[in-house]
């Protein structure tokens, strides 16, 4: 897995290394149906955003009681890509993405 840090933006926008494809639409919802999305993780919220089918298969228990640290360390296997995007005071986000080729 690699991780690439960023530093927000007042509009920073996240995109799939792999698709292209921005990661939220218009109104700031989360754009399900890019297969190469694994999850994403509100610093602000301390929550999983977005879990996919494919990150549920992989995870075995409630992938939202894991840590972050621990869910890229049983990820850390899997050829992928993860952002961690530093928002200053709302905290960290993590985008996960895998090449849906694969």
């Known amino acids: 897995m ?5 530093e927000e933006t007042n509009d920073t926008e ?3 290394p792999y698709t292209g494809n921005c990661v ?6 989360i ?6 999305l694994l999850f994403v993780y509100s610093g602000m919220a301390d929550s999983y955003a977005y879990i996919s089918e ?5 995870i075995v228990g409630e992938i939202e009681n894991i840590d972050m640290d621990d869910l890229v360390a049983k990820i ?3 050829e992928g890509t993860l952002m961690e995007v530093d928002n200053g005071w709302n905290g960290i986000n993590y985008y996960c993405f895998i090449d849906p080729n694969n």
């Open 2 to 6: 690699k991780k690439i840090e960023i």
């Open 76 to 78: 850390s296997h899997i």
């Open 24 to 29: 939220t639409g218009k109104d700031g919802e």
């Open 54 to 58: 494919q990150l549920s298969r992989l």
């Open 14 to 16: 996240v995109f799939s």
């Open 31 to 36: 754009i399900e149906d890019d297969k190469s």
